[in-house]
C-alpha cells in the first residue's frame, strides 16, 4: 500500500493532480474562476502560496503549510481536509453545472515537499513553464492560469511574489531563468513528478 506523505505544518510542498483518466477539469473561463474562488476560500487561511499553474486537466501549487498558529481559521482543520474540501465542492459545483455525476479528482492528491532551494526555485519555473511545456503557449507571460504574470506585476496579490522573487535574486534573473529552455525529462526526474 502506498503511504501518503502528511501535510506537516511549516513545510513547503509541491501539490499537484488530475482529473480521472486526464478527464478535463476546466471547460471554461468560469471554471478556472470558481476553482481559484474557492482555493482562496479553503487554502489561503491554511497555506502561503509561491506559484500555481491551473491547466485543462491538471494543477500545480507551491505552498507552504502555515503553522497552526499562523492560520486563520477559528476551528481546527488538518491541511490535507481543507484540500479535500476544495476538491468537493469544486466537484460538486461542476457536477452541477454540467449535469454530471461523480468524482473529479485522482485520489489521493499528489504532494511532495520540498527539500531545498534549488528545488524550490527549480519548481517555480517549471510551474510556470507547464504551458509551455505542453505546448498551449511559447512563454508564460501568454497564459492567463498562472502565477507567472502576477510574479512580474505590482497588483495587489495574496501570492508571496517577493518571497519568489528573492529566491531569483531579483526581477530581471526571474524572467532569465523562465527563458531558459529546461530539459523535460531532466526536470521531471528532478522533480520526481
Known amino acids: 500500500m502506498h503511504v501518503i506523505e502528511p501535510l506537516i505544518h511549516g513545510k513547503y510542498y509541491h501539490i499537484y493532480n488530475r482529473g480521472i483518466n486526464s478527464d478535463a477539469l476546466f471547460k471554461e473561463k468560469r471554471n478556472y474562476e470558481y476553482f481559484l474562488k474557492l482555493y482562496d476560500?479553503?487554502?489561503e487561511p491554511i497555506a502561503e502560496t509561491?506559484?500555481?499553474?491551473?491547466?485543462?486537466?491538471?494543477f500545480h501549487f507551491l505552498i507552504r503549510i502555515k503553522n497552526a498558529d499562523e492560520n486563520n481559521l477559528k476551528k481546527k482543520i488538518e491541511p490535507s481536509q481543507s484540500f479535500s474540501n476544495l476538491f468537493n465542492a469544486y466537484t460538486k459545483a461542476y457536477n452541477k453545472s454540467y449535469n454530471r455525476h461523480g468524482p473529479m479528482f485522482e485520489r489521493p492528491f499528489k504532494r511532495k515537499m520540498?527539500?531545498?532551494?534549488?528545488?524550490?526555485?527549480?519548481?517555480?519555473?517549471?510551474?510556470?513553464n507547464n504551458p509551455v511545456h505542453h505546448a498551449i503557449c511559447e512563454h508564460p507571460l501568454n497564459y492567463p492560469w498562472s502565477s507567472y504574470i502576477t510574479c512580474v506585476s505590482e497588483k495587489k496579490t495574496k501570492l508571496k511574489r517577493t518571497?519568489?522573487?528573492?529566491f531569483f535574486n531579483d526581477l530581471e534573473n526571474f524572467k532569465y531563468v523562465h527563458q531558459?529552455?529546461?530539459?523535460?525529462?531532466?526536470?521531471?526526474t528532478f522533480l520526481g513528478v
Do not use: G, P
Not at 509561491?50 to 491538471?58: D, E, G, I, R, V
Not at 518571497?163 to 528573492?166: D, G, K, L, N, P
Open 41 to 43: 476560500d479553503h487554502i
Open 50 to 58: 509561491f506559484a500555481w499553474c491551473l491547466m485543462k486537466n491538471h
Open 114 to 128: 520540498i527539500s531545498n532551494e534549488t528545488y524550490f526555485q527549480n519548481l517555480i519555473a517549471y510551474i510556470h
Open 163 to 166: 518571497e519568489v522573487i528573492a
Open 180 to 188: 531558459l529552455k529546461i530539459n523535460d525529462l531532466s526536470i521531471d
